[in-house]
């Protein structure tokens, strides 16, 4: 089995490949590469010698790799991670039968890589693009997986990938400051209404108003935060719902883990809400209904943020196909994630704690989504000249290029 490790030394960051080799007293060899391209590339090409350590052949059919796969995910884990939630397994049992529909000629141990850019072709003519790279990326953790266990000697899925078409290829739209502030004075107003069920029903969404335009959490973070979450000025992050709001679980990923400063003036609205409004409840829930649960995602979006959006005025009018006028909410409650994230932007943190206050796993991620927005704010603080100007100037005074 070969794999590969990531080592820094006095010549910077290196990857060095392990294989299996007969000459070796240990049975494997070292090959080191100063790209994890390159080390991708020679274990790939790599093939196991004679004498090398035997394979386990007990998994012989794809069919067999990827039900093993799926077991793992539920019960042990992927290297070393926690079992998936039910919904994650709902999704890659989905994505295993597309596996399995496609008509495989080789047996497992036969596989080269090839035969996965075969698989691949099927996948784009037969599925869309995205089902097709998610499916293929799922395929890449079953080979990965039978790799590491020793079912074969080596990933040869890895060099195949479908690049994926960027959900924020547009721009996304950002909520400005003043937008914002629009916004919460418009729950404000709803919190202090005269009708009196009204203001119950914004009493609660009040709070999760400003947490969510104050920390940049994700909907189904901030609806289940914990009341023993809330210390020292700030909320720990450690748990969200799964999608459809059926159950709660962990973080989206371990990023997902982290502590978030409060402005003082939304840590006391919270922290009031939760001591004075919050019933006790089995889940330590802050924002729960009447039945003692967490509040739906969906009822969120339409029943509090919408109106806040109307209330401020925050709404674009569109025609229905009877050519009858209607109001839509110009944001969604994931743009407050945004605005948060512009907010930091703004106040040039850097990089690697902008990853961690957003829960991204990795930062290409935060640049990926964010990397306009911080080309605009480097721009907006360069002077503005052209590179003529930078040219030294000659005894006259003139420029170098006034004297041909």
Same mark, same amino acid.
Request: glycine residues 6%.
């Given at each position: 089995?070969?794999?590969?490790?990531?080592?820094?030394?006095?010549?910077?960051?290196?990857?060095?490949?392990?294989?299996?080799?007969?000459?070796?007293?240990?049975?494997?060899?070292?090959?080191?590469?100063?790209?994890? @391209?390159?080390?991708?590339?020679?274990?790939?090409?790599? =093939? *196991?010698?004679?004498? &090398?350590?035997? /394979?386990? !052949?007990?998994? $012989?059919?794809?069919?067999?790799?990827?039900?093993?796969?799926?077991?793992?995910?539920?019960?042990?884990?992927?290297?070393?991670?926690?079992?998936?939630?039910?919904?994650?397994?709902?999704?890659?049992?989905?994505?295993?039968?597309?596996?399995?529909?496609?008509?495989?000629? @080789?047996?497992?141990?036969?596989?080269?890589?090839?035969? =996965? *850019?075969?698989?691949? &072709?099927?996948? /784009?003519? !037969?599925?869309? $693009?995205?089902?097709?790279?998610?499916?293929?990326?799922?395929?890449?953790?079953?080979?990965?997986?039978?790799?590491?266990?020793?079912?074969?000697?080596?990933?040869?899925?890895?060099?195949?990938?479908?690049?994926?078409?960027?959900?924020?290829?547009?721009?996304?739209?950002?909520?400005?400051?003043?937008?914002?502030?629009?916004?919460?004075?418009?729950?404000?107003?709803?919190?202090?209404?005269?009708?009196?069920?009204?203001?119950?029903?914004?009493?609660?969404?009040?709070?999760?108003?400003?947490?969510?335009?104050?920390?940049?959490?994700?909907?189904?973070?901030?609806?289940?935060?914990?009341?023993?979450?809330?210390?020292?000025?700030?909320?720990?992050?450690?748990?969200?719902?799964?999608?459809?709001?059926?159950?709660?679980?962990?973080?989206?990923?371990?990023?997902?883990?982290?502590?978030?400063?409060?402005?003082?003036?939304?840590?006391?609205?919270?922290?009031?809400?939760?001591?004075?409004?919050?019933?006790?409840?089995?889940?330590?829930?802050?924002?729960?209904?009447?039945?003692?649960?967490?509040?739906?995602?969906?009822?969120?979006?339409?029943?509090?943020?919408?109106?806040?959006?109307?209330?401020?005025?925050?709404?674009?009018?569109?025609?229905?196909?009877?050519?009858?006028?209607?109001?839509?909410?110009?944001?969604?409650?994931?743009?407050?994630?945004?605005?948060?994230?512009?907010?930091?932007?703004?106040?040039?943190?850097?990089?690697?704690?902008?990853?961690?206050?957003?829960?991204?796993?990795?930062?290409?991620?935060?640049?990926?989504?964010?990397?306009?927005?911080?080309?605009?704010?480097?721009?907006?603080?360069?002077?503005?000249?052209?590179?003529?100007?930078?040219?030294?100037?000659?005894?006259?005074?003139?420029?170098?290029?006034?004297?041909?």
């Amino acid at each position: 089995m070969s794999d590969i490790r990531r080592r820094e030394g006095s010549k910077g960051v290196t990857y060095q490949v392990r294989y299996p080799s007969a000459a070796a007293k240990t049975g494997y060899a070292y090959k080191t590469f100063r790209t994890m @391209k390159e080390a991708r590339a020679f274990r790939d090409k790599h =093939v *196991v010698t004679p004498g &090398s350590a035997p /394979l386990d !052949t007990s998994i $012989r059919t794809l069919t067999q790799a990827i039900n093993l796969w799926l077991d793992i995910c539920e019960k042990e884990g992927r290297d070393g991670r926690d079992p998936v939630t039910a919904y994650t397994l709902a999704t890659y049992r989905r994505r295993a039968e597309i596996m399995k529909d496609y008509p495989w000629q @080789k047996t497992l141990g036969d596989l080269q890589t090839p035969d =996965v *850019v075969a698989f691949r &072709s099927w996948l /784009l003519r !037969t599925y869309s $693009r995205d089902l097709a790279r998610k499916t293929l990326t799922s395929f890449h953790a079953v080979i990965k997986e039978m790799a590491m266990r020793g079912h074969i000697a080596s990933n040869v899925a890895a060099s195949v990938a479908i690049r994926a078409e960027s959900r924020y290829d547009e721009p996304i739209v950002i909520p400005t400051p003043e937008e914002v502030a629009r916004l919460l004075a418009a729950a404000d107003r709803l919190a202090n209404s005269t009708n009196r069920q009204t203001a119950r029903t914004w009493q609660r969404y009040r709070p999760i108003l400003y947490l969510a335009a104050d920390t940049g959490m994700r909907p189904q973070e901030y609806l289940v935060v914990a009341r023993k979450g809330l210390v020292e000025g700030g909320i720990h992050v450690t748990r969200a719902l799964e999608r459809g709001s059926r159950k709660i679980s962990v973080t989206k990923t371990p990023a997902g883990r982290r502590f978030i400063d409060l402005s003082p003036e939304t840590y006391d609205m919270v922290r009031h809400y939760a001591d004075h409004h919050a019933i006790e409840n089995k889940y330590d829930l802050v924002f729960l209904t009447d039945t003692g649960k967490w509040l739906d995602t969906d009822n969120w979006r339409k029943r509090g943020f919408y109106k806040a959006c109307i209330e401020a005025g925050l709404v674009d009018e569109a025609t229905d196909e009877d050519g009858k006028a209607i109001l839509t909410p110009r944001f969604s409650p994931y743009d407050l994630r945004h605005f948060y994230a512009s907010m930091l932007i703004e106040q040039r943190v850097n990089f690697k704690r902008m990853q961690k206050l957003m829960g991204h796993e990795d930062v290409k991620t935060t640049l990926n989504v964010y990397g306009h927005l911080i080309e605009k704010v480097e721009r907006s603080s360069e002077e503005r000249f052209g590179m003529l100007s930078r040219l030294p100037r000659n005894s006259c005074g003139n420029s170098v290029a006034d004297t041909v």
